[in-house]
T-cell receptor
Framework: ELKVEQNPLFLSMQEGKNYTIYCNYSTTSDRLYWYRQDPGKSLESLFVLLSNGAVKQEGRLMASLDTKARLSTLHITAAVHDLSATYFCAVGSSGGGADGLTFGKGTHLIIQP | DAGVIQSPRHEVTEMGQEVTLRCKPISGHDYLFWYRQTMMRGLELLIYFNNNVPIDDSGMPEDRFSAKMPNASFSTLKIQPSEPRDSAVYFC???????????FGPGTRLLVL
């Protein structure tokens, strides 16, 4: 059974600081996703990572994937208040007939001025 | 494109009643997913379809839950009879291909009294 662990689950940080959210998963996967969710809203796709060593960046967010370590990171550079949200990683199994995603519990991020 | 459309956005019902949630995926997307989000269990995959065919329903909690996709532009998730523990936000998502972004709809917030 695929398990996805995120840490930390809660993070309060100051504007201008850097931080990293970690996502570990338990079995082989061929794709990893990062989503953002604002309170009471839907999930917004941030990144899709498909290969070992993949790195993607959008603004102050950068995601990377190490399939050998079964680890993805979401790095936040010089955080701003607008990045306050809950961030989820989600992993797809490699097996056939397993196209749905298994989500981590989410990292609730608060960025204080 | 309007994105994934779900209706109703909010539903309040009494225990024992039938509830039907509706989803219109993004045009041209071959995959449709139903997820449920609760505080206790997080985001869980319930069922998904590929080209209108149900592929994996192992996440459907019990026989009270059923889902259909009669055509490429419409899917329903039905709960009969509903119970208070079914209270959650139900998301529909669609993707063009297996390893591409899953786009989430706005969700249906269900409260069963």
């Amino acid at each position: 059974e695929l398990k996805v662990e995120q840490n930390p689950l809660f993070l309060s940080m100051q504007e201008g600081k850097n931080y990293t959210i970690y996502c570990n998963y338990s079995t082989t996967s061929d794709r990893l996703y990062w989503y953002r969710q604002d309170p009471g809203k839907s999930l917004e796709s941030l990144f899709v990572l498909l290969s070992n060593g993949a790195v993607k960046q959008e603004g102050r967010l950068m995601a990377s994937l190490d399939t050998k370590a079964r680890l993805s990171t979401l790095h936040i550079t010089a955080a701003v208040h607008d990045l306050s949200a809950t961030y989820f990683c989600a992993v797809g199994s490699s097996g056939g007939g397993a196209d749905g995603l298994t989500f981590g519990k989410g990292t609730h991020l608060i960025i204080q001025p | 494109d309007a994105g994934v459309i779900q209706s109703p956005r909010h539903e309040v019902t009494e225990m024992g009643q039938e509830v039907t949630l509706r989803c219109k995926p993004i045009s041209g997307h071959d995959y449709l997913f139903w997820y449920r989000q609760t505080m206790m269990r997080g985001l869980e995959l319930l069922i998904y379809f590929n080209n209108n065919v149900p592929i994996d329903d192992s996440g459907m909690p019990e026989d009270r839950f059923s889902a259909k996709m009669p055509n490429a532009s419409f899917s329903t998730l039905k709960i009969q009879p509903s119970e208070p523990r079914d209270s959650a936000v139900y998301f529909c998502a669609s993707s063009f291909r297996r390893a591409e972004t899953q786009y989430f709809g706005p969700g249906t917030r269900l409260l069963v009294l």
